[in-house]
């Protein structure tokens, strides 16, 4: 009973060894190992800025509100302007007149539950990443 009991205790320790080594060699890059500025970064690292960022396409506009089709709360999503709403187009300060219809915008909003409103605090748009030069 002791040496069945032994034996499994031992198969399992050695199964546990060859996995971690399998796992260890896979982490292991070679020499022609794409280095860290590959083209998958760019888009994590961007993915990860926009994270808590609200997505969606302008479907209407006005001095005082943005209404957004197709973001995650649904269709027609009013956010509130305020005259601090800073907009920004390719990384640069823009305008509120240069956002039209069917532009697609990220928007830093603060949602007030009990009144059930969203404020516009950034209205980002033609977000691209940099190329990656080969």
Not at 60 to 77: A, C, M, S, Y
Request: hydrophobic share 35%; net charge positive.
């Amino acid at each position: 009973m002791r040496t069945k009991a032994s034996n499994f205790l031992v198969s399992g320790l050695l199964g546990c060894i060859v996995a971690s080594g399998t796992a260890w060699a896979q982490r292991i890059e070679g020499p022609d190992a794409p280095d860290a500025t590959s083209r998958l970064e760019n888009a994590i690292s961007l993915a990860g800025q926009y994270q808590n960022y609200i997505y969606g396409v302008i479907r209407k506009i006005t001095k005082d509100e943005i209404v957004l089709d197709k973001t995650r709360f649904g269709n027609d999503q009013v956010f509130k302007l305020e005259h601090k709403t800073k907009f920004i187009d390719n990384g640069k300060r823009s305008t509120l007149a240069q956002l039209k219809q069917g532009d697609m915008v990220w928007i830093d909003a603060k949602i007030k539950k009990k009144a059930s409103e969203k404020i516009a605090r950034k209205v980002i748009t033609g977000v691209s990443p940099k190329p990656v030069s080969e």
